[in-house]
């Protein structure tokens, strides 16, 4: 899932634009979006321009063509109730176009004509969790609703008449055309604005100098935003995950518990996560070959492997590969097992990621990474679904970098 953050002001853009890493420039529409990850979040950066038209241009862009799941506006706005000073954070609860006026045929001051669309609620877990971090930074900071209009508020006598009847905390030329969008298009949202202008307009600023700090407030806010965002859906997906493997009692043998992913593998949702947490964590990685460990590891590396856009090698049990092979054997609790791969599977230094389903003792792990070295192959990492710690596998393949995503305690 990608977020779509849309910047007012060229300093907060350039904000993002110095952490965004893997940046990539595309133009449509005379915009510039720049997609990357922030915080590990694949993100697009977009600076809208003034106005309705501009906003809602943008967004419904982000949401067409690079297919956001939820979109965050940032920028600065005039204070519309007198308790607010410049410099404070204004968190959207809703949003309201107040220059939509069908009174005249019988709708409410900003209802959008021939429909009951007015009032753009923003996403309330983001809204929370935007306050949370923008309070903890010490920004005096208020959720409330924000008012858009295409037109620039100059007049004090002005923003008392809007305050009084739409009770917006601030109004500015973008955010409920945003809001509107994303309502359309049932994508979440968020706004955060920085007040440049208190409601009387009496305060006198440098607007440059103040358009920099406001940048660096909002930008700081959503970075710590999407590190939240990213690790809430990590956990999320991880205990989908492993909710979906099923326990079987005493098997293959007695006082064993089988952790059969079958169950997770039927399940769409849960397929989709695991490819996509695996891919997530190597498509930067320039992996050449995914080496796969006989049988489930066949089905995970290679879908991954598809998704990577590089080759896939099985790791199989002796007798069950046709071309000439090399083979490792590896010792069992009670005997061994050999297990082959193609002799001309994997060039010198190549970068190798090695897959499997499950980590238990090891053995048959430290084998496969034994016969991907033969070949000359670099291992970047090995990843599992499962980890059994109890079992302490991953003891005998300190060598490399180990990936798991969830653990299950005893055999």
Known sequence: MTIGIIGAMDDEVNLYLQELKNKQPANHAEFQFFSGQLNNKEVIIVKSGAGKVNAAACTQILIDKFKISQAIFTGVAGALNPELEIGDIVISKDSIQHDVDSTALGFEK????FSN???FKAEEKLADLAYK????????TIKGRILTGDQFITDKEKSKSLFKEFQGECVDMESAALAHVCTLNKIPHLIIRSISDKADHSATIDFKEFCKKAAKNSFTIVKELVKNIVQEEKTQDLEYIKSKIRTIPNFPKQGIMFRDITTLFKDKEGLQKVIEVFYNRYKYKK???VAGIESRGFIIGGALAEKLGCGFVPIRKKGKLPAETISQTYDLEYGTDTVEIHKDSIKPESKVLLIDDLIATGGTALASTQLIE??????????FIIDLPDLKGKEKITKWPVFTMV?????
Do not use: A, N, P, R
């Not at 900003?110 to 004509?113: D, N, P, S, T």
């Not at 653990?407 to 055999?411: A, D, I, L, M, R």
């Open 374 to 383: 033969k070949l000359g192959g670099k291992i970047i990492e090995i990843g």
């Open 287 to 289: 992996i050449d070959v």
């Open 133 to 140: 971090i923008s309070t903890k930074l010490g920004l005096k």
């Open 117 to 119: 669309l007015k009032i």
């Open 407 to 411: 653990e299950f305690k005893g055999e």
């Open 110 to 113: 900003g209802q959008i004509l």
